[in-house]
Protein backbone atom coordinates (compact mmCIF):
# COMPACT_ATOMS: atom_id res chain seq x y z
CA UNK A 1 0.00 0.00 0.00
CA UNK A 2 0.82 3.33 -0.77
CA UNK A 3 -0.49 6.51 0.57
CA UNK A 4 0.08 9.99 -0.98
CA UNK A 5 0.01 13.65 0.79
CA UNK A 6 0.18 16.73 -0.89
CA UNK A 7 1.07 19.78 0.70
CA UNK A 8 1.87 23.66 -0.98
CA UNK A 9 -1.33 24.57 -2.36
CA UNK A 10 -2.45 27.99 -1.92
CA UNK A 11 -3.46 31.27 -3.26
CA UNK A 12 -0.96 33.53 -5.50
CA UNK A 13 -1.16 35.76 -7.76
CA UNK A 14 -0.95 35.65 -11.45
CA UNK A 15 2.55 35.13 -12.19
CA UNK A 16 3.69 33.75 -9.25
CA UNK A 17 5.27 30.63 -7.91
CA UNK A 18 4.05 27.74 -6.05
CA UNK A 19 5.85 24.32 -5.02
CA UNK A 20 4.15 21.47 -4.41
CA UNK A 21 4.99 18.39 -2.55
CA UNK A 22 4.02 15.00 -1.68
CA UNK A 23 5.30 12.40 0.68
CA UNK A 24 4.61 8.78 0.03
CA UNK A 25 4.41 6.53 2.76
CA UNK A 26 4.67 2.37 1.51
CA UNK A 27 3.50 -0.40 3.24
CA UNK A 28 4.55 -2.49 1.45
CA UNK A 29 7.97 -4.98 -0.19
CA UNK A 30 8.27 -2.59 -2.65
CA UNK A 31 9.54 0.94 -2.91
CA UNK A 32 8.81 4.50 -3.60
CA UNK A 33 11.25 3.76 -6.50
CA UNK A 34 9.52 1.08 -8.35
CA UNK A 35 6.54 3.32 -8.95
CA UNK A 36 6.44 6.03 -11.84
CA UNK A 37 4.79 9.50 -10.36
CA UNK A 38 2.88 12.00 -11.50
CA UNK A 39 0.48 15.34 -10.81
CA UNK A 40 -2.87 15.65 -11.85
CA UNK A 41 -5.56 18.48 -11.67
CA UNK A 42 -9.12 19.21 -11.91
CA UNK A 43 -10.59 23.20 -12.57
CA UNK A 44 -13.68 23.11 -11.80
CA UNK A 45 -16.23 21.75 -14.09
CA UNK A 46 -13.32 20.41 -16.02
CA UNK A 47 -11.64 16.55 -16.69
CA UNK A 48 -8.89 15.81 -14.75
CA UNK A 49 -5.64 15.89 -16.64
CA UNK A 50 -2.37 15.38 -15.71
CA UNK A 51 0.34 18.33 -15.65
CA UNK A 52 3.43 16.06 -15.38
CA UNK A 53 4.90 12.49 -14.93
CA UNK A 54 8.58 11.62 -13.82
CA UNK A 55 10.18 8.10 -14.27
CA UNK A 56 11.77 5.85 -11.44
CA UNK A 57 14.74 7.00 -11.21
CA UNK A 58 13.60 10.33 -11.79
CA UNK A 59 15.95 10.55 -14.97
CA UNK A 60 13.07 11.58 -17.71
CA UNK A 61 9.88 13.62 -16.76
CA UNK A 62 7.00 14.37 -19.44
CA UNK A 63 4.78 17.75 -18.83
CA UNK A 64 2.03 18.65 -20.22
CA UNK A 65 1.87 21.58 -23.16
CA UNK A 66 0.08 23.87 -21.27
CA UNK A 67 2.67 24.30 -18.68
CA UNK A 68 5.57 23.24 -20.21
CA UNK A 69 8.35 26.13 -19.68
CA UNK A 70 6.85 26.77 -16.48
CA UNK A 71 6.57 24.39 -14.40
CA UNK A 72 8.73 21.26 -13.42
CA UNK A 73 8.70 17.83 -11.95
CA UNK A 74 11.36 16.34 -9.60
CA UNK A 75 11.44 13.33 -6.89
CA UNK A 76 13.94 12.45 -4.08
CA UNK A 77 14.13 8.85 -3.88
CA UNK A 78 15.61 8.90 -1.01
CA UNK A 79 13.11 10.70 1.31
CA UNK A 80 9.40 9.44 -0.76
CA UNK A 81 9.26 12.83 -2.37
CA UNK A 82 8.11 14.22 -5.09
CA UNK A 83 7.84 17.90 -6.22
CA UNK A 84 5.74 20.24 -8.57
CA UNK A 85 7.60 23.46 -9.42
CA UNK A 86 5.10 25.88 -10.74
CA UNK A 87 6.57 29.21 -12.13
CA UNK A 88 4.40 32.13 -14.14
CA UNK A 89 1.23 30.72 -12.46
CA UNK A 90 -1.86 31.92 -14.60
CA UNK A 91 -5.79 32.22 -13.98
CA UNK A 92 -6.39 29.11 -15.64
CA UNK A 93 -3.74 27.11 -13.70
CA UNK A 94 -6.50 26.96 -10.85
CA UNK A 95 -7.22 23.43 -9.84
CA UNK A 96 -7.20 20.86 -6.98
CA UNK A 97 -3.65 18.85 -7.39
CA UNK A 98 -3.16 15.67 -7.13
CA UNK A 99 -0.19 13.70 -6.59
CA UNK A 100 -0.35 10.05 -7.93
CA UNK A 101 1.86 7.15 -8.33
CA UNK A 102 1.89 5.07 -11.47
CA UNK A 103 1.83 1.19 -12.19
CA UNK A 104 4.31 -0.44 -10.10
CA UNK A 105 7.62 -1.16 -12.53
CA UNK A 106 6.13 1.43 -15.34
CA UNK A 107 7.71 4.58 -17.03
CA UNK A 108 7.12 8.03 -16.92
CA UNK A 109 5.33 7.78 -20.21
CA UNK A 110 3.10 5.16 -19.58
CA UNK A 111 1.88 7.28 -16.90
CA UNK A 112 1.63 9.98 -18.46
CA UNK A 113 0.18 8.23 -21.92
CA UNK A 114 -1.77 5.60 -20.14
CA UNK A 115 -3.14 7.91 -17.10
CA UNK A 116 -2.42 4.17 -15.47
CA UNK A 117 -2.62 5.30 -12.17
CA UNK A 118 -2.27 2.47 -8.80
CA UNK A 119 -2.43 5.28 -6.10
CA UNK A 120 -3.83 8.73 -5.49
CA UNK A 121 -3.43 11.46 -2.84
CA UNK A 122 -6.22 13.49 -1.20
CA UNK A 123 -5.22 16.80 -3.50
CA UNK A 124 -4.25 20.65 -2.34
CA UNK A 125 -5.99 23.63 -3.89
CA UNK A 126 -3.89 25.92 -5.91
CA UNK A 127 -5.71 29.05 -6.57
CA UNK A 128 -4.41 32.00 -8.80
CA UNK A 129 -5.85 35.33 -9.20
CA UNK A 130 -5.69 37.61 -12.07
Known amino acids: QVQLMESGGGLVQAGGSLRLSCTASITSTYTFNTYPMGWFRQAPGKEREIVAA????????VLAESVRGRFAISRDNDKNMVYLQMDELKPDDTAIYSC????????????????????WGQGTQVTVSS
Open 54 to 61: ISRDGGGT
Open 100 to 119: AAGRLGTGADELYLQRQVDY
